[in-house]
Each structure stands twice: as C-alpha cells, then as structure tokens.
C-alpha cells in the first residue's frame, strides 16, 4: 500500500478482555516498530522486528504484551487481560532496513480500556 | 539511559512570526537527533535529521543544528505558516544501537499559528 496502514483505528474494551491490534507496513519494508503514545508516558518504543525475528522486545511493559510478525510484513501487536493503564494510541512503523533511519509511521489504534 | 527533553508548550504564534522549540538530549556516545512532525489527523513523519555534531537539518524551511556542546537540538523557522500548526516531537536513536528506529522521543510541542 501507500503508507503504513493500521486497524481498528480506535479500539474500546472492558478490562481484563484480549485485544489484538494489526499493522500493514509499507511494502518491502523489512523493519518494523511498535510504540505506545500516552498522555502520562509520551512516546515509548515497545518492541522492533526485523523480518520475522524480534531483535528489541525490551520495550514491551509486561508480559501481557506480546507481537508477532509473519511473511516479513503484516505484524499484530496482543494485549492479554487489558487494563486501564493500557489505554493508549499504539502505533506502528516501518523503514526499508535496520540501518535506515526514517521511519514512516501509521496513524494509530487508540485503545480505551473501560 | 537516553532522554529527550522538550520545552513545554503549548506554544501560540502569529502568521510570519519566528519559531523556536528547544530540545536538550542525554545520550551516551554521538546520537542521531530527529524532529517529527504530526499533523492534526495524520500519522507521525521525520521533518529533519542530523546524523553527527554541527550538522544542520533543513526541510520545509524548519532548521536545527546538533550542538554536541550544549547536547541541544533546536527547532527554528524564521516565519511560521498556519498550516505548520502541529505536534512536534525531538528525538534521538542511540549510537551504536541495532536498530536506527528504536528512538527515544521527547513529550512533544504543540504549535498552533494564528492568522
């Protein structure tokens, strides 16, 4: 696609549910983030991949917290027994390679955990 | 570890009037520094980057110079246009890291231009 493309755009849970949340990079980018946009916390880097491999998963806040990535492309980010604290705008990145220092970022999912 | 810091905002300009946002950093080692912009409605995208000191970013008429002296990086635009009213996010990737999109970002300026 053009840019980088994420669903749901918004996302409305009751806590303690699962949530998963998808991101489509832009084709024949082999690197892709996820981050956490929050009010109280700004902008947190929570894992990269590259390719199917995840190098960082240090920014991942607990193990409620997962991502995978197939196929060298589309990547879904899972919060297990959501909680308040989760709610946020996640997004997601994606650049050509490790060594490439733009990012094109996504417009979000913004997650409201009730 | 790595911070960014950012003045806080949110900051409010007439049309044509200059512009600067201070950023400082702390890093270890020489960082890459970036300024992202988010547009009301639209997902984050790099404005500038400046890849080592005295390095100056340029892009739309915003400029900003790495300062390995005073760890500071700069936003400035000598006239500012309602439609650059926006977020604006200072950030750095760490040297040496793995990966250059693993940034850290500051908690961001909000600019709005008056007409």
């Known amino acids: 696609g053009a840019g980088v493309s994420q669903s749901p755009s918004n996302k409305v849970t009751e806590k303690g549910k699962d949530v998963e949340l998808r991101c489509d990079p832009i084709?024949?980018?082999?690197?892709l983030y996820w981050y956490r946009q929050s009010l109280g916390q700004g902008l947190e880097f929570l894992i990269y991949?590259?390719?199917?491999?995840?190098?960082?998963k240090s920014g991942l806040p607990s193990d409620r917290f997962s991502a995978e990535r197939t196929g060298g492309s589309v990547s879904t980010l899972t919060i297990q027994r959501t909680q308040q604290e989760d709610s946020a705008v996640y997004l997601c990145?994606?650049?050509?390679?490790?060594?490439?220092?733009?990012?094109?970022f996504g417009s979000g999912t913004q997650l409201s955990v009730l | 570890g790595n911070s960014v810091t950012q003045m806080e905002g949110p900051v409010t300009l007439s049309e044509e009037a200059f512009l600067t946002i201070n950023c400082t950093y702390t890093?270890?080692?020489?960082?890459?520094l970036f300024w992202y912009v988010q547009y009301p409605g639209e997902g984050l995208q790099l404005l500038l980057k400046?890849?080592?000191?005295?390095d100056k970013g340029s892009n739309k008429g915003f400029e900003a110079t790495y300062r390995k002296e005073t760890t500071s990086f700069h936003l400035e635009k000598g006239s500012v246009q309602v439609s650059d009213s926006a977020v604006y996010f200072c950030?750095?990737?760490?040297?040496?890291?793995?990966?250059?999109?693993?940034?850290?970002f500051g908690q961001g300026t909000i600019l709005t231009v008056h007409p």
């Open positions: 950030a750095l990737s760490e040297a040496g890291g793995t990966s250059y999109g693993k940034l850290t």
């Open positions: 400046a890849t080592k000191a005295d």
């Open positions: 890093a270890t080692g020489y960082p890459s």
């Open positions: 084709s024949g980018h082999t690197a």
């Open positions: 990145a994606s650049s050509r390679g490790q060594s490439s220092e733009k990012l094109f």
């Open positions: 991949f590259q390719g199917n491999s995840a190098p960082d």
